[in-house]
């Protein structure tokens, strides 16, 4: 079955920069589409980022010009580099994967910006 399992998460100071990964497993990785997600507290869910399986790649307008989606199909793996942290950046971020009708998320992994 298709597993996306998301890591890098934490505390992280305002002005600070994480790395998130999301491995994927049990799917043809490089033919889907993949994003970032991001969840806060009493709020929808919203796109970060996304990906497409040819590599064009789209971001939310609060993270623009701070954030940076990539993806290594080698190694089954999404990543958003996130730089500039706000505390409105404070939210369990998800990792999905996306084709046609199919669409998989991760179980999240939660970022916190607060100094």
């Known amino acids: 079955q298709v597993q996306l399992v998301e890591t890098g998460g934490g505390l992280v100071q305002p002005g600070g920069s994480l790395r998130l990964s999301c491995a994927a497993s049990g799917m043809s990785f490089s033919i889907y589409a993949m994003g970032w997600y991001r969840q806060a507290p009493g709020k929808e869910r919203e796109l970060v980022a996304s990906?497409?399986?040819?590599?064009?790649?789209n971001y939310a307008d609060n993270v623009k010009g701070r954030a940076t989606i990539s993806r290594d199909n080698a190694k089954n793996t999404v990543y958003l580099q996130m730089n500039s942290l706000k505390a409105e950046d404070t939210a369990v971020y998800y990792c999905?994967?996306?084709?046609?009708?199919?669409?998989?998320w991760g179980q999240g992994t939660q970022v916190t910006v607060s100094s």
């Open positions: 999905n994967a996306k084709r046609a009708m199919h669409a998989y």
């Open positions: 990906i497409t399986s040819g590599g064009g790649t």
